[in-house]
């Protein structure tokens, strides 16, 4: 196994994270004929919102890392209307764009 797979670890997805995930899916649906609007159709939402709940409820889980640019349309949504507990990062974004220069 790849050195960088040792620090992941998969979560059970439990009963906190389903009522979680009730609550993601009706704000999601509720705005989803304007991100069709906005040219970004959502067909999977129901797995969207199971991935940020998780993420969510999960305390000691401070970032959401994604290759998919297109959910951070969805964290927008989400955290105007819940106070989400986690940050989200676009893997394309280089590091010290979203965390500052550590070092000069």
Do not use: C
Request: net charge neutral; aromatic share 10%.
């Amino acid at each position: 196994m790849p050195k960088a797979l040792k620090q992941l670890m998969v979560l059970p997805f439990n009963i906190d994270h389903a009522e979680q995930t009730g609550s993601f899916a009706n704000v999601l649906f509720r705005h989803k004929n304007s991100l069709k609007k906005k040219g970004l159709p959502r067909a999977i939402i129901p797995n969207d919102a199971k991935l940020l709940a998780q993420a969510d409820t999960e305390k000691n889980v401070i970032y959401y890392v994604t290759a998919d640019k297109r959910s951070e349309n969805l964290v927008k949504i989400l955290h105007k209307e819940i106070d989400i507990d986690f940050r989200f990062i676009d893997i394309h974004t280089p590091w010290n764009e979203q965390f500052g220069e550590l070092f000069e």
